[in-house]
């Protein structure tokens, strides 16, 4: 099936730095969504990414939707203490409902 | 507007019980999708419903796992005789009609636990 490629697994990073993430894919697809996950929370949608090279921001987040619509990108600028959680990736092959597959998250810690 | 509801948060049930898990989409959604959490991994689609209808079980395993969107009533993923391998975070989200993109929206999960 269909597998997404998250890196990296896990980051530590000052309070302050930015931070970054990607997601790649051996198949095209269709919408990018980028969701992060609070210990014992479900997954909340940050970013949704609708055609190949859109760039699209929601505060200090900004994702990107790859031109070979193979991978995205999440940038957080200025990280501070509650960006704490597991960041995924999430891709969906083709229009309409089509069900998501999820990368495997990228854990992110931030130290004070 | 209510997100999506999902109960229990929490179910303890002991080997060859069944499991039931309940899953409310938020208002105007008719799409529900049911995924699988296990520890450090991401989620793992299971089943795709619409009112009524299975859309898509490709990722729901064949033999007791089940699944049903009724006409009235919450989303229902059904487990019986569950054994230890079931022990995982079920999440449901929903999302409205669309014809082209979409934004699946996510309940806060039921944690099985099987011991």
């Known amino acids: 099936g269909q597998q997404l490629n998250q890196s990296p697994q896990s980051m530590f990073i000052q309070e302050g730095e930015d931070v970054s993430m990607n997601c790649t894919s051996s198949s095209i697809f269709n919408t990018w969504l980028w969701y992060k996950q609070d210990p014992g929370e479900g997954p909340v949608l940050l970013i949704a990414?609708?055609?190949?090279?859109e760039l699209t921001s929601n505060g200090r987040l900004t994702a990107q939707f790859g031109i070979t619509r193979k991978d995205s990108f999440l940038n957080i600028s200025a990280s501070i203490p509650s960006d704490v959680g597991i960041y995924f990736c999430a891709g969906q092959s083709s229009p309409g409902n089509t069900p998501l597959v999820f990368g495997k998250g990228t854990r992110l810690s931030v130290i004070a | 507007n209510a997100g999506v509801m999902q109960n229990p948060r929490h179910l303890v049930r002991r080997r060859g019980q069944e499991a039931r898990l309940r899953c409310s989409p938020m208002?105007?959604?008719?799409?529900v999708y049911w995924y699988r959490q296990l520890p450090e991994e991401g989620l793992k689609f299971m089943v795709y419903l619409q009112k009524e209808n299975i859309i898509d079980e490709s990722g729901m395993p064949k033999e007791r796992f089940s699944a049903e969107f009724p006409k009235e009533g919450p989303s229902i993923l059904r487990i019986q005789q569950v054994v230890r391998g079931d022990s995982a975070a079920y999440f449901c989200?929903?999302?409205?009609?669309?014809?082209?993109?979409?934004?699946?929206?996510f309940g806060q999960g039921t944690r099985l636990t099987v011991v």
């Open positions: 989200a929903s999302s409205p009609p669309a014809r082209m993109n979409t934004e699946a929206f």
């Open positions: 990414l609708y055609k190949a090279g």
């Open positions: 208002k105007g959604h008719s799409h």
